[in-house]
């Protein structure tokens, strides 16, 4: 018997598995054994904080773009607590669970040979998405690259995370080479999984006029011909299939038995306000049905039903104009309608005005095309990608060498940037490894001279075997430095990035925050940019419509500077560990004072006493 039930009696064991029925019987999804293996050790009992490692930034301050370095998990707590709803976009290429060394778990890589290998990638990876849906705006996105050896597994999770949220796939070429896993099978593709709120949609492209002329000077605009058919047969919608008249022409033209009408008649429909569009007729009235030119088009009139069948058996009525099915036959009903009456060998058609197009914008397509690959972009936006080699050669150009393993192509992540966002958004990667995210937010500001800005962050990776290892530091951030400053004969893009250390705070200690950390969380709670903290009376930030002010420690004789201060700002946030203090010498008005501890363990999730250093 296993371990794990050694201590149940008969009947314990008889409840537990009666349980377990019942719970599966009703579930279904994805199920892991979250149980089996060690979680993180501090889900919310410790609290995380940021500390700025000034050497290693880039640019002057105020920093608008953050490299944060440590376990993504804890950044991402310390980022709901700073950035809860505004991300626009998260973009990640999470480890693919290869077990060759792809990600660190508790301090240890998980290998191939890892009992619990799926369990742990899964409840890794949940536990850092939990905490990453609550960092969306209401017209956010969650952007997720995957192989295909674990797309379905990670589907099914971003299912239960994300409930009714998940917008689609896209698939993109990684490489050129054919790589067999035998069967006479490749793996050339990988996907990538997207997950929006209702507000969100991607830019797509401007639908292009070229196909809508206005050759009869129609006052509503360019038109151009839509298909007047549906994609059911004569048995499945009888009621749309019926003979349409020209009548201006007179002439009649036959349904095909195959695709019946789009739009129902007056004549058959008897409940013609119960329906959601306009009928044949009125249509026909407005004049948005494109008959064929007369002098243009064959008409037969058959006197009788010989005549008639003589000419269906010798092919010799109405086509199909693709696949030339005869559109009378013996087997329709009402043959006998089609004596003495002139019939039409054209096909009408819906006038599509420009005008009418619920949208000028085309969508964008789940194929990412190569950048050689003929492919046809007149009705949708298409992705266009390099090879996934790419990515090591911006790394080889900058390091000399092979830095990173598969790191993402710049050109696919920069047209991810550019449809997700606009133009001012906030990206977020907590999966960044090299940093190919931030170098596509850059890349984008500089094309279409956007302000967006990113949030990356990355992890050592150091191991036993490697103590001094450190990813983020040595190869992203460094990366993203020569991207901001030019490298290989690319122009530099600008920017700057401020970086950044957590650390997490143990409790049932004395807290020791310092006030450099605590300066640092409420810029991120009311700014968009960060700035050192200074050994200063109080630290202030903002304009003359809002503001925020840090008072590490009250003292009376800069009482009368903090008022002079006050009055040049509208609306002033006070933050003190002395809140009530501060209040008589500073009255309420436009002016809010809160408490730190109180302030940042709420928002952090935490019933903690903050002391500050």
Request: charged residues 30%.
């Amino acid at each position: 018997m296993d371990s794990r039930y050694e201590h149940l009696n008969q009947e314990e064991l008889r409840r537990l598995l009666e349980a377990r029925d019942r719970r599966d019987a009703t579930r279904f999804g994805l199920v892991w054994e979250a149980n089996e293996i060690e979680r993180d050790k501090a889900l919310n009992n410790d609290f995380v904080a940021l500390d700025l490692v000034p050497e290693q930034c880039v640019g002057s301050a105020p920093w608008r773009n953050l490299i944060i370095e440590g376990d993504n998990f804890d950044a991402l707590r310390y980022l709901r607590m700073t950035f809860a709803g505004q991300v626009k976009c998260i973009l990640i290429d999470p480890p693919y669970n290869t077990g060759k060394n792809d990600f660190v778990y508790n301090d240890r890589f998980v290998d191939e040979n890892n009992s619990w290998r799926f369990s742990t990638w899964i409840e890794f990876l949940y536990q850092r998405l939990v905490i990453a849906r609550d960092l969306l705006r209401e017209d956010g996105v969650l952007i997720c690259c995957i192989n295909d050896d674990n797309r379905s597994k990670l589907e099914l999770l971003l299912d239960k995370v994300f409930p009714g949220m998940r917008l689609g796939s896209m698939v993109w070429r990684t490489r050129d080479s054919t790589s067999a896993k035998g069967h006479n099978f490749s793996d050339t593709h990988e996907h990538i999984l997207i997950y929006a709120r209702p507000g969100f949609e991607f830019r797509g492209s401007e639908k292009s006029q070229k196909k809508y002329k206005n050759s009869d000077n129609d006052p509503r605009g360019p038109w151009n011909i839509d298909p007047l058919t549906l994609g059911f047969d004569r048995f499945q919608r009888a009621n749309l299939y019926y003979p349409i008249q020209n009548p201006k022409s007179g002439r009649w033209y036959p349904c095909d038995p195959n695709l019946v009408w789009r739009y129902a008649s007056e004549k058959i429909e008897k409940n013609i306000d119960g329906l959601e569009t306009e009928t044949m007729e009125e249509w026909i009235r407005q004049e948005k049905i494109v008959f064929p030119v007369p002098e243009n088009e064959k008409v037969a009139v058959w006197r009788s039903m010989e005549e008639l069948f003589a000419a269906i058996d010798a092919n010799e009525v109405p086509v199909t104009p693709k696949k030339k099915n005869p559109l009378l036959t013996r087997e329709i009903p009402n043959l006998e309608f089609w004596i003495n009456k002139q019939v039409g060998f054209g096909r009408p058609g819906f006038k599509k005005h420009w005008l009418d197009l619920r949208s000028h914008t085309n969508p964008v397509s789940s194929w990412i095309a190569r950048l050689v690959e003929d492919v046809n972009e007149e009705d949708t936006t298409v992705l266009r990608s390099r090879e996934a080699g790419e990515g090591t050669g911006v790394l080889e150009k900058i390091f000399g060498n092979k830095v990173f393993n598969y790191p993402k192509p710049p050109s696919l992540m920069k047209q991810l940037v550019g449809q997700a966002t606009d133009s001012d958004s906030l990206v977020l990667d907590f999966f960044a490894g090299s940093g190919t995210t931030a170098q596509a937010v850059l890349e984008q500001n500089t094309e279409d001279e956007g302000t967006r800005r990113f949030i990356l962050v990355s992890s050592t990776e150091a191991i036993e075997a490697e103590p001094n290892k450190n990813i983020c530091r040595d190869v992203c951030a460094v990366r993203i430095k020569a991207v901001i400053k030019g490298f290989g004969g690319k122009k530099p893009t600008g920017g700057d990035f401020a970086y950044l250390r957590t650390q997490r705070i143990r409790p049932g200690l004395l807290l020791e925050i310092e006030h450099a950390e605590v300066w640092i969380a409420l810029q991120f709670v009311h700014l968009d940019s960060v700035s050192p903290y200074e050994e200063t009376p109080f630290l202030w930030a903002g304009d003359e419509e809002s503001a925020i002010c840090y008072v590490p420690r009250f003292r009376r004789e800069f009482v009368s500077a903090l008022r002079r201060k006050v009055k040049e700002s509208a609306s002033v946030a006070f933050y003190s560990w002395q809140p009530q203090t501060l209040r008589q010498h500073i009255p309420d008005g436009h002016v809010t004072h809160l408490p730190v501890s109180e302030t940042l363990t709420r928002r952090f999730g935490l019933n903690l006493t903050l002391s500050p250093a």
